[in-house]
């Protein structure tokens, strides 16, 4: 085989694994939750968490536990980014993944960020990562069903291109929109005092349970193989800027009370 063909070949083959679609939320949707946590920070939580990441903003840092999917060494961070357990139970009545889960790798998070004998580099760390995981666990299909992984073995089509239910739900929906992550968390619903108490009320547990529950309404939006187009963005995507907008908000509450 000559040798450009070679490497055409192994190009098809990366391009069919679905290699370029492994960014939860798309890097709009964190960046979006980052930047909407950022507005919501206290003055001195914001100082904190400035000199701890270097400058760097929470937008920037929302899509490192993706970056990190690439290196062997983080191998162990990729049962991080989802939970799935049976619609009818709550966490931890079935045993949980001894490889670790969403639920879990919130909780690490938080310990490291709460341990007086963390190190800066370890405290930079779990900032990056509960960042991206907050957004995650605000994706519906990151609560989903085991069996479908989530929504990503279920086929469908986007407009006139193949995809699958959990890609529409991680990027298609964001990507067909255009706005870009500073245009859409500058125009988010506008919330009052009370609303935003709501939404920063309750636990980890308790907005795992609201995402599986936009889940199940999720998996009856869709057959397999449907089309779905401009229908599907009028009836789901105020869904989609709603759960950034509260990932956002909350991830602002869990940082404030940590660092704040
Ligand atoms: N792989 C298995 N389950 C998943 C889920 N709910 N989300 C993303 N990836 C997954
Ligand atoms: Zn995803
Ligand atoms: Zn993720």
């Known amino acids: 085989m000559k040798l450009q063909y070679k490497w055409l070949l192994v190009l098809l083959v990366i391009s069919l694994s679905g290699f370029s679609s492994d960014y ?21 939580a914001k100082r904190k968490i400035a000199k701890l990441l270097d400058g760097q903003s929470l937008a920037l840092v929302s899509t490192f536990a993706d970056e990190i999917k690439s290196d062997e060494y983080y191998k162990s961070y990729g049962p991080w980014h989802y939970v799935n357990f049976s619609f009818d139970k709550k966490y931890g009545e079935e045993k949980p ?45 990151h609560v989903g069903r085991g069996e479908d992984k989530g929504g990503n073995d279920i086929q469908v089509r986007w407009f ?20 870009s992550y500073t245009e859409l968390s500058v125009n988010m619903n506008t919330l009052s005092k009370e609303q935003i108490k709501d939404i920063q009320n309750g636990t980890t547990l308790d907005w795992v ?44 509450k869990i940082l404030n009370d940590i660092f704040g």
């Open 209 to 252: 349970y609201e995402s599986q529950k936009l889940a199940k309404q999720v998996y009856v939006s869709a057959n397999v193989g449907e089309k779905l187009s401009y229908k599907y963005m009028y009836d789901y995507f105020p869904i989609v800027r709603s759960q950034l907008q509260k990932g956002g908000i909350r991830l602002a």
């Open 160 to 179: 006139r291109e193949g995809s699958n239910l959990h890609r529409v739900w991680d990027s298609e929906m964001l990507d067909y929109y255009g706005m």
């Open 97 to 141: 993944s001894e490889y670790g889960d969403l639920v879990q790798g919130v909780q690490k998070c938080i310990a490291t960020l709460q341990d007086e004998n963390s190190t800066k580099t370890t405290i930079a760390f779990s900032i990056k990562m509960l960042v991206h995981f907050i957004g995650d666990l605000h994706q519906p299909l």
């Open 24 to 44: 939860d939320w798309g890097m709009t949707g964190h960046r979006v939750t980052g930047q909407i946590a950022e507005n919501y920070l206290t003055k001195k």
